[in-house]
Every structure is written in structure tokens, then in C-alpha cells.
């Protein structure tokens, strides 16, 4: 047997077939903005059942 891969422009991101990618893109966009408004690194992390380090990486990421 021998492998033949897709060609290159068929190829697609992690996330792009089941739109995982678009939703944490959004929730990361939401956690972002609710952090510049006033919200805690421990309420984030409490509602969005992430860790701090996880938030922390988020909001001061400099995407």
C-alpha cells in the first residue's frame, strides 16, 4: 500500500469542519472584553470552568 496526502489546498484547519475554532475565537473575544470591564481572573475562571493560568493566557495574550 502506498499513502497519497490531499493536496495542500484541500487541506483544512484544526476546528474549521466542526466550527470549534470559531466558537473559542468568540468565547476568548467575550472573556477579553468582560476582563477590560472590570471582571476578576477568579470569576472567569470560576464561570467559564477554565484555570486562571488558562484566563491569563487569554486576556493578556497580544493577539
Not at 45 to 63: A, M
Request: glycine share 4%; aromatic share 10%; proline share 2%.
Amino acid at each position: 500500500m502506498v499513502y497519497v496526502s490531499k493536496p495542500e489546498e484541500l487541506h483544512i484547519k484544526w476546528g474549521e469542519k466542526s466550527r470549534s475554532r470559531k466558537y473559542l475565537k468568540s468565547r476568548n473575544i467575550e472573556i477579553c472584553l468582560r476582563f477590560a470591564a472590570g471582571a476578576t481572573v477568579d470569576q472567569l475562571s470560576g464561570e467559564y470552568c477554565l484555570s486562571k493560568d488558562s484566563i491569563k493566557k487569554i486576556v493578556y495574550s497580544k493577539k
